[in-house]
């Protein structure tokens, strides 16, 4: 039997019951497959590998080794969730890497956005894999593989993710949610009781705010493009757009421009708003936005963020514009 192929007798797990009898099943699984052998995961606080820890954690408990590590590309506050959520409220066994510096030590002047993209994961691999080294007694590598990556033959997801591992890592694999959709990972770790800021989370790629903080990063573009982020996030939640926009971030470019603030010149930076709706993110189309939340946006992020002298609204659905800037 392929076990990489989703029987067709499968059916879709829409409910609390239907994902309660998978939990149940993949628990029973896992034990059988790790007996009391040790398993290290990824954790980076996506939808997947998030729900794949819940799992692993009701299965085995502390065999499962999870590792964190920031980037320094995070956006404000989802380390800090990854650590309240597993270390405090489930009790992993979580090893939580600040690798800031070493991130943006390397990314110092590289403008270039596939050279960014290609040293954010190979940087990525390095620390997961020293760290991996550290831990003794690992005989299996859990992952947060899902169904639609297993489909994508042309490896779109290998090139996507950050998080790919070093291919001569001797470990046999644990992928309890392969043969799942997105939207089914999403009912599951409801039912294992993860929070909805979890597992409702948008699409966030791999390389983080570093394709997002345009040209070469500095921190303290890095740390406005994170400001206003939080605040278009919040708005957005706080008018129910959340649960009607697929995809919605900031992106700030390495140029400044003129303003005047508390009646003196003031340069800075533009803060980019891009709000796109899609099914497969192939194309995608503009969101429109009420403009007095706009206006709202605009005033917070130009008065609360240091740095940040315009609001900008990209109305470019994709083609032509790729829903990323870089
Ligand atoms: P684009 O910009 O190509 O993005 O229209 C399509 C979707 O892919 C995400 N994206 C990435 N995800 N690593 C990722 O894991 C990346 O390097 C990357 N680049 C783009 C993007 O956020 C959107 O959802």
Known sequence: MDTNKRPETME??????????????QIAAVKEQVGDKKVLLALSGGV???????????????????VHV?????????????????????DANLIYIDATDRFLDLLKDVSEP????????????????????KLEGISFLAQGTIYPDILESDGVKAHHNVGGLPEDMQFELVEPVKLLFKDEVR??????????SMVDRQPFPGPGLGVRCLGAITRDRLHALREADAILREEFDNAGLNEKVWQYFIAVPDMKSVGVKNDKRYEGWPAIIRAVNTTDAM???????PYALLHKITARITAEVEGINRVLYDLTPKPVGTIEWE
């Open 48 to 66: 997947d590998s998030s729900v794949v820890a819940a799992l692993l954690i009701k299965a085995i408990g502390k065999q499962l080794v999870c």
């Open 187 to 196: 009912v599951v770790g409801k039912a294992l009781g993860l929070p909805a």
């Open 283 to 289: 194309s995608a189309t503009i969101e429109e936005i």
């Open 12 to 25: 879709r797990i829409a409910t609390k019951e239907l994902a309660d009898a998978f939990i149940a099943e």
């Open 70 to 90: 920031n980037h320094g590309l995070m956006r404000k506050g989802e380390s800090e969730q990854v650590i309240e959520v597993f270390r405090n409220q489930l």
């Open 114 to 133: 596939e050279k960014k993209r290609k040293i954010i994961g190979g940087e990525f691999i390095k620390v997961f894999d020293e760290e991996a080294s």
